[in-house]
């Protein structure tokens, strides 16, 4: 599912996707993915967008969508993967990616797809080890 949500947002010209990997850090879900549009109107478009691509996919339902009135930051609940979608301003001052700076995260690449996005390995004890596989991660920004 992550990679059709991901793909819906890039066919609506989303900007910077980003996806992260949340297990063992979030208990209300599993990965969220980020992106920006460059108006309002874009938002709404790119949310419904990936909203109606889950559908076609027989993915699951969505159990929460909010922000479509103002459409600066747009948020689809899927329930494993949770969707926000933002005007550069508002994504900049949110700032999510660094809200979950140990989450292991890639950048989406619409012209060059990742096959697969995140192993997990289990180790011993509830540890484990996450890789990210065939896509080139995102830099995490020094703290100042």
Do not use: C
């Amino acid at each position: 599912m992550l990679q059709t949500i991901a793909s819906a947002a890039a066919d609506k010209k989303a900007e910077n996707i980003v996806l992260l990997d949340v297990r063992g850090l979030a208990s209300f879900t599993d990965f969220l993915v980020i992106g920006s549009g460059t108006s309002d109107r874009q938002v709404r478009a790119v949310g419904e967008h990936i909203e109606a691509k889950v559908a076609e996919a027989k993915g699951p339902r969505t159990i929460g969508r909010e922000g479509y009135e103002q459409g600066e930051w747009v948020l689809v609940d899927f329930g494993e993967v949770v969707v926000h979608l933002f005007t550069d301003d508002e994504r900049r001052a949110f700032d999510l990616e660094h809200l979950w700076g140990d989450a292991p995260r890639l950048r989406w690449d619409p012209k060059h797809p990742p096959r697969e996005l995140f192993n997990v390995h289990k180790l011993n004890a509830g540890e484990r080890q996450q890789e990210v596989v065939q896509a080139a991660p995102v830099r995490k920004r020094s703290a100042h």
